[in-house]
């Protein structure tokens, strides 16, 4: 079994930036992970990915160039480094561990879900 939670949300400005954390709790965390995101009245959609090694990254076309997905694995942590933040960027973001795929876009390809943070980005 493995635990995610996430942090670092929080509400920023236009333009401005946040870092969000996965932590990982339970086992190793030799597993693909994704982050996903729900505005509000939406459905829940997907923003990135990365691999177990860390060595490939996936973005929706939305975020590309504006965020990056990371991880160190000797902390059981990935992280998501969200830059010039736009007001349609405010959602709560989920990370996601995925135990046989890599880079789904799929919410059900994951096995693992952290409880969600929350981030607002106002205008």
């Known amino acids: 079994q493995v635990q995610l939670v996430e942090s670092g949300g929080g509400l920023v400005q236009a333009g401005g930036s946040l870092r969000l954390s996965c932590a990982a709790s339970g086992r190793t965390f030799s597993y693909g992970v994704g982050w996903f995101r729900q505005a509000p009245g939406k459905e829940r959609e997907f923003v990135a990915a990365?691999?177990?090694?860390?060595?490939?990254?996936y973005y929706t076309d939305s975020v590309k160039g504006r965020f990056t997905v990371s991880r160190d694995n000797a902390k059981n942590t990935v992280y998501l480094q969200m830059n010039s933040l736009k007001p349609e960027d405010t959602a709560i973001y989920y990370c996601?561990?995925?135990?046989?795929?890599?880079?789904?876009?799929?919410?059900?390809?994951?096995?693992?879900w952290g409880q969600g943070t929350q981030v607002t980005v106002s205008s």
């Open positions: 996601a561990a995925a135990v046989r795929v890599v880079g789904s876009r799929r919410e059900y390809d994951y096995d693992y």
């Open positions: 990365i691999s177990r090694s860390g060595g490939v990254t």
